[in-house]
């Protein structure tokens, strides 16, 4: 158990195992009102965030260690009425084991409103019954970040169809110089289709690109190591690969590095039709596909596994084509992350869900960035910008969030950057190249003639 991380340790009351009252109970005559239990202590304050809200409980060791032979359960529960119950909404918690006990949880932003306050409420249950905390604490999120709009020039591409644009910048970004690119297209329309390709062998976007004489703008795209691609792609329908457990950091020095988590990733995808959609992805003997991340805490009682039932019940998705990397820079217009540090450290992030490695995920980290995201009309915006270079400075994933939300953007994914990140319009390069070629890769995403 490593949860203490905001808030003042809890002094438990003394255990008494009262049934919390309630149609969910089997009570047939129960009240509205939801009475709670003392072994469930919720903190009297909830931290917000621009992105977030953060509680802290803790749950009777006792009744966990009397409880596991019945699948024990905690978590967060909440309403915009004051009595919140798991019909409600709710979040499962941190998996429980004989060690558990104080736990603290983070209810992302993609769950919750701007501008609306909520009630909060513990839970545990087992597989018979559930039980609440007396306390309910109010909450809301804090302010939301603002998009970031650049000026934007669109560039003369006789090449392309014309259903696809491409645009450049060289506004200053926070003060800082900046090139950036991004093609739009409606992917449902009759002459442009989207393509996820993932090879046997590594080879250069331009290579991929000119593989592929319909091929009309093409970025990379997956993770990846020497030995293949990482995370879930789905080509043609066919799916394959996992994503499953990260380490807590990749320094070798840092105390998170022997630790491993659970987490869930950013996926983009279309389906049959050429419908975009973004989702987190995870593997539990399966892969699924989910409407919320696992709220992975390093530094935290890790989660379960991902599961029909964890972190919610996978989304009804058949992507045509689709490639998971992250993290999901917006999720129904909301960035879901920050650099909100818990206390305890270096690279221990509020707001971290998906593990993502701190040579990419920082307050201070500007490599060239690829991602890929669709507008509310429907329209896939592919984007690359340059980073530590003279011409540009590159981009946090904050405001590559936010340039992304600026360009209309309600969803999209970060991908691969660094080295990595190539755009090929038609036949040419547009961004800056450091090295003498850019980098192979496994897997690239693009705009293609039907």
């Known amino acids: 158990m490593r949860s203490d991380i905001i808030f003042p340790a809890l002094a438990l009351a003394p255990v008494f195992l009262v049934l919390a009252c309630g149609p969910e109970n089997g009570g047939e005559d129960a009240p509205d009102d939801i009475s709670g239990v003392s072994f469930v202590k919720l903190a009297p304050e909830a931290m917000s965030t621009p992105v977030s809200v953060v509680l802290e409980y803790e749950i009777d060791n006792d009744v966990i260690v009397e409880n596991l032979t019945s699948y024990p359960e905690c978590g967060i529960c909440w309403d915009t009425d004051g009595t919140p119950v798991i019909e409600d909404n709710f979040q499962a918690g941190p998996k429980l084991t004989r060690n558990s006990g104080k736990e603290t949880q983070v209810i992302s932003n993609v769950l919750l409103d701007y501008g609306k306050t909520y009630y909060f409420r513990a839970y545990f249950r087992n597989s018979r019954e559930v039980y609440y905390s007396e306390d309910i604490v109010e909450g809301r999120l804090g302010e939301e970040p603002s998009e970031i709009r650049l000026d934007w020039t669109r560039l003369d591409t006789p090449e392309l169809p014309s259903s696809v644009s491409v645009y450049f910048t060289d506004s200053p970004l926070d003060g800082r110089p900046f090139n950036a690119w991004y093609a739009v297209a409606d992917v449902t329309s009759s002459d442009v289709e989207l393509k996820v390709n993932l090879h046997d062998r590594i080879k250069t ?27 879930i792609s789905v080509v043609g329908g066919s799916e394959q690969g996992m994503v499953t457990t990260y380490r807590g950091s990749l320094r070798p020095e840092h105390p998170e590095y022997n630790s491993v988590y659970p987490a869930t990733r950013g996926i983009f995808g279309v389906d049959a039709d050429g419908v975009p959609s973004v989702y987190w992805t995870g593997s539990g003997g399966a892969i699924y596909y989910y409407d919320r991340p696992l709220p992975s805490l390093i530094g935290s009682d890790p989660y379960a596994m991902m599961s029909p039932k964890l972190p919610s019940a996978p989304v009804d998705w058949e992507p045509e084509y689709a490639i998971s990397a992250g993290p999901v820079l917006l999720y129904d217009g909301k960035c879901p992350f920050d650099f909100t540090l818990t206390g305890q450290g270096e690279e221990y992030y509020m707001h971290n869900f998906e593990m993502i490695p701190y040579d990419i995920f920082g307050d201070d980290v500007r490599p060239d960035r690829t991602a890929v995201g669709y507008t509310e009309d429907g329209k896939v915006i592919l984007f690359i910008c340059d980073g530590r270079c003279e011409k540009s400075d590159g981009a946090l994933l904050t405001e590559l969030a936010m340039i992304m939300k600026g360009l209309g953007c309600t969803y999209a994914v970060n991908y691969d950057g660094g080295g990595s990140t190539r755009m ?16 192979p890769v496994w897997s690239s995403i693009g705009f293609y003639r039907k």
């Open 205 to 231: 976007v331009d290579e991929q690109a000119a593989e592929e004489p319909k091929c009309c703008v093409l970025v990379n795209a997956a993770y990846f190591l020497a030995s293949g691609s990482l995370g």
């Open 424 to 439: 090929i319009v038609g036949s040419e390069d547009v961004n800056d190249v450091t090295a003498e070629a850019s980098r």
